[in-house]
């Protein structure tokens, strides 16, 4: 199975923070593809640090829920510090890796939604997605990441909005 990744970092030295994620996934799952590193602005909370994003695609006959427990690990190794606050909200981190898709599996669960949830929403996954897996189409959807960041208003145009 595909599952494509998602590596986020917006503190310290985010190449250097993605580099040793990317060896500890090399670790778990040996030969791997990635996208070029885009950078972004934080998504769901204010920050003046910028995230260093890119995807990776892995092949494994693990299971989502195993894939799973493997980043989880890799992120605690490596980032000790929650990405999140006391009250649930996004806060400035070493390193995220989400699970963006794994082919055309839907799973919706307490500990897993496949695809991404915020998929669709965040441009900094969709664009690194679309460079590795350009024909993969979203399972609920059926539209392709480049469909996908049709749909998404550009920031330019969402300050035009509330301008006006």
């Not at 030969?31 to 972004?40: A, G, L, N, Q």
């Not at 441009?123 to 460079?131: G, K, N, S, T, V």
Request: charged share 30%; net charge negative.
């Amino acid at each position: 199975m595909h599952y494509f990744l998602n590596i986020g970092s917006n503190l310290g030295n985010t190449k250097l923070n993605i580099s040793r994620a990317l060896r500890a996934l090399e670790e778990k799952f040996g030969y791997f593809e990635t996208s070029k590193i885009m950078e972004s602005k934080p998504w769901g909370f204010v920050s003046s640090h910028t995230f260093a994003n890119l995807a990776v695609m892995i092949v494994t006959d693990r299971t989502p829920k195993e894939v799973l427990a493997d980043i989880k690990e890799i992120e605690s190794r490596l980032n000790p510090t929650p990405h999140r606050t006391p009250e649930g909200e996004y806060a400035d981190r070493i390193l995220d890796i989400d699970i963006m898709a794994a082919d055309d599996i839907i799973i919706e669960s307490k500990e897993l939604t496949i695809p991404h949830r915020h998929l669709a929403e965040r441009r900094f996954f969709l664009e690194p997605l679309d460079e590795l897996a350009p024909l993969w189409r979203h399972p609920v959807t059926g539209q392709t990441c480049t469909e996908m960041l049709a749909d998404l208003i550009d920031e330019k145009e969402e300050k035009d909005i509330e301008e006006s």
